[in-house]
């Protein structure tokens, strides 16, 4: 609370109307809560007035499974009486018995989701300085290496599912054609080869990547030719 005051329960705050609603220390399930706990089976909504002489405060909320533990809760907390988003920063968590059936089930079909998804799906299109960074480099941000990479070389072409899975041939040709044009409009390639040189400790003797035959590729590590 700004001022600074001291933590009050939710129950001491509200209106006895409000409090009516809902009803504190009962649990629909007959579930044992504190007097000053609520439980609900739904959306609810509530006004919490604002204390005097303050100007901003924040609700602390701890919340449990009832009785029923075999199910997966999605709780969000909004600031629209419609129950929509809310504006801002959402406010929202998933409320699940890591040990009951359904919350097993929830999880399955979960990462089955994810492995049909292709990586980075719902990524943004332009990389960020705490974006990962491809192997081998050091991902651990702030870091030289990691931060080498972000400056100098900043993109990673992870597009192989959408490629092979999703385009015609026509519009694979416009990505392809877009992306070269992006590797050739900064010192892309001579960027990725001297920090793999750096990393794996490759002399490169003053060679950039156009200078770079097969036998010579051959003749660094194994794991730095790979890549």
């Not at 007097?35 to 005097?52: C, I, K, Q």
């Not at 075999?70 to 998933?94: C, K, N």
């Not at 990962?132 to 651990?140: G, I, K, Y």
Request: glycine share 8%; charged share 25%.
């Amino acid at each position: 609370m700004l001022p600074p005051g001291p933590r009050q329960s939710l129950r001491s705050v509200v209106s006895a109307e409000t409090a009516k609603k809902l009803n504190f220390g009962t649990s629909p399930d007959g579930t044992p809560i504190g007097p000053d706990d609520f439980a609900s089976e739904g959306p609810l909504l509530f006004e919490v007035p604002m204390p005097e002489g303050a100007f901003t405060f924040d609700l602390q909320v701890d919340a449990e499974l009832g009785r029923d533990r075999d199910q997966v809760f999605r709780i969000m907390i909004s600031d629209r009486e419609d129950g929509g988003p809310p504006r801002g920063q959402p406010t929202r968590a998933l409320l699940g018995d890591m040990k009951s059936a359904g919350y097993k089930t929830f999880r399955a079909g979960v990462m089955e989701f994810a492995t049909l998804l292709p990586p980075n799906s719902h990524g943004e299109p332009t990389p960020a300085d705490k974006d990962p960074v491809p192997e081998p480099f050091d991902n651990t941000y702030n870091v030289p290496e990691h931060d080498d990479f972000v400056i100098k070389v900043k993109y990673i072409r992870d597009d192989r599912f959408v490629r092979e899975n999703m385009l015609e041939a026509a519009t694979l040709t416009r990505l392809n054609n877009a992306w070269n044009d992006l590797y050739s409009s900064f010192e892309y390639h001579d960027n990725h080869l001297r920090l793999l040189a750096k990393h794996f400790g490759v002399d490169l003797k003053g060679r950039l990547s156009l200078k770079w035959t097969r036998p010579r590729w051959r003749a660094c590590p194994p794991k730095c030719a790979s890549m």
